[in-house]
């Protein structure tokens, strides 16, 4: 009776420890995963003044400014009201968000749709 408890238990002890890091290892990808979102983000947006962006970090702050720098680990954002530089870590941010497209985007979307109904105008005639 002692054997089957003790083997009843070290199964149950294996299983727990085999689901802890399988748990464990999927965390680490979810991380891994947001981590390049977050750096793919940033890096899409322009550095410098010309577009701001409003990074929401994981203890729920907000900083409201301008990419200044971009590195491997961290970026660098200049807040606009007081004009001080925050060199933040990718893994501290919980969210970017930006103005919307770009002007250089607008204005290909606009050609864009100009020239589509340009040609279907030209198109529909006999």
Not at 19 to 32: C, F, H, I, R, Y
Not at 77 to 100: F, L, M
Not at 111 to 124: K, S
Request: aromatic share 4%; with cysteine; glycine share 10%.
């Amino acid at each position: 009776m002692l054997k089957k408890c003790l083997t009843l238990t070290l199964i149950v002890l294996v299983c727990h420890f085999s689901v802890s890091l399988v748990v464990a290892d999927t965390q680490a990808e979810k991380d891994a995963q947001r981590i390049a979102k977050v750096k793919s983000d940033i890096a899409r947006r322009s550095v410098g003044e010309r577009e701001r962006v409003t990074i929401k970090l994981r203890n729920g702050s907000k900083l409201k400014g301008h990419i200044y720098q971009a590195g491997e680990n961290d970026f660098t954002i200049r807040e606009s009201e007081s004009g001080t530089t925050t060199t933040v870590a990718y893994s501290d941010v919980a969210q970017v968000k930006g103005k919307g497209l770009s002007t250089e985007r607008k204005i290909l979307i606009g050609l864009g749709i100009w020239l589509g109904i340009g040609v279907i105008l030209t198109g529909a005639r006999p």
